[in-house]
């Protein structure tokens, strides 16, 4: 039992160092690098700034950071007029933030993008991370050189042993490489958090309640309060939004040569009305309004019927698709070319309520395809997949269907 206890820790450091190929960076609070050059300058002139916020839940959150930074922008800025371009989708990274890019925010000509998918990419390679954000930052360069970015981190327990030690945790390393590249101006909203805790000042999970010490900054480790984790992480952008309006000098930024050779600069999203499907889709807009999702989802075509299809044809390496899961989703067939199908769930141990959600094909090969996507016939142990968080079905009317709610085709 000693000898197989030792084999398996050497496996598991074996597969950790693996999956860690690069080094993390030494933790800081704000690197400026070129700054923020156009997106002052504009305020500095007093004319309208679209200032776009693409993340995930912690960037969604409404009176959180997002709300915060951008009703000081309004208030500290009088002379200019900011618009808000809100592309924050909960549960997603920065993959499906390159591929939605052009229709979340850059159809919206916007002048300021704050990235923010440290908390969502962990668990992702060094090199999976750097793809998707210099893919995000080639987009947006090669619509308009003059829009600034700002990269923001964001912090959640399993990652709070990284900033403990001094370093970023992988998924900001990575996205510090990327920034370094591109001199990026980023900002560490997590550092400033940790320091806190380290203090004695704040405590990373509990009730909410006392805004004083020791304050608490989230009830799940990962989501802030707005009275205390959101309000450190607005405080830090705020600050260093401050010291940026001097650094940098206004000229088009440099698309220099890619850094990653597979990086998401070619991902888009396809519209439904840019797909070829059977007649038996119906448009179904109850998993849409109201949601959260609904400005950045504006329509979903339904079926459980097993013999209606959509069929796309498409040149490149990867496929996927934008859907709704929640309680009546199901599983659905890819056929891609003449391979067999795969099968893919599309209703989780989070579905029992409805949200936007993602999944992607990698790994394709480089060229044309044409793929079929059909509902599967297969009925999913809902009950057993719920379980897995603790869930358990109420109302079995509710789970009974078993759906694809389709928003939309991923290519690249």
Known sequence: MKKLFFVLCSVLFAIRTIAQTEP????????????????????????TVKVAYLGGSI????????????????????????????????????????YRLQNHVLQ????????????????????????SMEGIVRQIWQQNRSIDICFVYTFSRPQLEFYQRGTFPVSASAME??????????????????????????????????????MVFSADGVHPFPETGHKVYAEAVKKHLIQLQSVGKKGKHKLKKALMPNNLEKASLLA??????????QRVDSVVIGKAYASLLTSVIA???????????????SFGI?????????????????????????????????????????????GNHEVTIKVSAEKLDKASILQKRNNKINNPKL??????????????
């Open 177 to 214: 490489g990327v920034a370094d590249y591109y001199q990026i101006p980023s900002i560490s909203m997590a550092f400033p958090a940790v320091n806190l805790i380290a203090e004695g000042k704040m405590v990373l999970q509990g009730q909410a309640g006392s805004t004083t010490d020791p």
């Open 59 to 98: 960037t969604r959150a409404d009176h959180g950071w997002r709300t915060k930074t951008f009703q000081w922008l309004q208030s500290n800025y009088p002379q200019a007029q900011f618009v808000e371009i809100m592309a924050a989708i909960g549960g997603t990274g920065s993959d499906f933030g390159a």
């Open 322 to 366: 934008v859907d709704v899961i929640g309680p009546s989703s199901g599983q659905i067939r890819v056929y891609i070319d003449n391979e067999p199908p795969r099968y893919i769930n599309r209703f989780d141990e989070y579905a029992t309520y409805y949200r936007m959600n993602y999944t992607i094909i990698n790994g394709l090969n480089a």
């Open 303 to 317: 079926s459980d019927d097993t013999s209606e299809y959509i069929k796309v044809r498409f040149k490149g390496t």
């Open 272 to 281: 439904l009305d840019k797909i070829q499907k059977s007649s038996g889709w």
């Open 108 to 131: 919206y000509a916007p002048d300021l993008v704050f990235v923010e998918f440290a908390v969502n990419d962990n668990g992702k390679s060094a090199q999976d991370v750097k793809e």
């Open 399 to 412: 789970y009974e269907k078993q759906f694809l709610y389709l928003g939309g085709i991923l290519v690249r």
């Open 24 to 47: 993390l960076v030494n933790s800081v609070e704000a690197t400026y690098r070129a700054g923020l050059p156009h997106f002052f300058d504009k305020i500095q002139k007093g004319q």
